[in-house]
Antibody, heavy 119, light 107 residues
Framework: QVQLQQSGPGLVKPSGTLSLTCAVSGGSISSSDWWSWVRQPPGKGLEWIGEIYHSGISNYKSSLKSRVTISVDKSKNLFSLKLTSVTAADAAVYYC????????????WGQGTVVTVSS | DIQMSQSPSSLSASVGDEVTLTCRASQTIISYLNWYQHKVGQAPRLLISAASTLQSDVPSRFSGSGFGTDFTLTISSLQLEDFATYYCQQSYTTPYTFGQGTKLEIK
């Protein structure tokens, strides 16, 4: 059973960089799945940020594309999120998730990380 | 981007009731529609994929239907553990988008 374990700081300074990691256990990151990040701002719904395939191919939400990088480390079986120039609008619960392609859905989720943006 | 709209935004119901939640896409998404249950402090849980495929660990009181732009999630005989927020999500194309959610509350 694949599990996702998130790690990373819960407090980021304004204009700083948010960095989170999602470790994959019980399976390989080189499977035929996509590895995604989704966030939920306080009081709002879920927002897809982007995803990566083990080959390095990535897709991002266009409004975040200039600030987001999702990367994969196959040797450590994990993937990461970096979001630069953060503002209060980036405060949210961040989730990593596995998107399987058959059927196409987010089947497995990390536990979530609450990220606060404050100096 | 494909916009997903859910109705109602909130719903009060009692244990044992049957409820139907609606999700509408701004353009056709064929059957690329998923439903998630989200409880406070927990990760979202996939209930239904491809509009009507129940996940193996989900009780049979949950069912989904729809095609094209209009979809429904029905919960028959509500149980206490079903009170949560429900999101629909389209996987037809990137950016993958979610509805704003329907909060199901105890009456």
């Amino acid at each position: 059973q694949v599990q996702l374990q998130q790690s990373g700081p819960g407090l980021v300074k304004p204009s700083g960089t948010l960095s989170l990691t999602c470790a994959v256990s019980g399976g390989s990151i080189s499977s035929s799945d996509w590895w995604s990040w989704v966030r939920q701002p306080p009081g709002k719904g879920l927002e897809w940020i982007g995803e990566i395939y083990h080959s390095g191919i990535s897709n991002y939400k266009s409004s975040l594309k200039s600030r987001v990088t999702i990367s994969v480390d196959k040797s450590k079986n994990l993937f990461s999120l970096k979001l630069t120039s953060v503002t209060a609008a980036d405060a949210a619960v961040y989730y990593c998730a596995r998107r399987s392609i058959a059927p196409d859905a987010f089947h497995i989720w990390g536990q979530g990380t609450v990220v606060t943006v404050s100096s | 981007d494909i916009q997903m709209s859910q109705s109602p935004s909130s719903l009060s119901a009692s244990v044992g009731d049957e409820v139907t939640l609606t999700c509408r896409a701004s353009q056709t998404i064929i059957s690329y529609l998923n439903w998630y249950q989200h409880k406070v402090g927990q990760a979202p849980r996939l209930l239904i994929s491809a509009a009507s495929t129940l996940q193996s660990d989900v009780p049979s009181r949950f069912s989904g239907s729809g095609f094209g732009t209009d979809f429904t999630l029905t919960i028959s005989s509500l149980q206490l553990e079903d009170f949560a927020t429900y999101y629909c999500q389209q996987s037809y194309t990137t950016p993958y988008t979610f509805g704003q959610g329907t909060k199901l509350e105890i009456k």
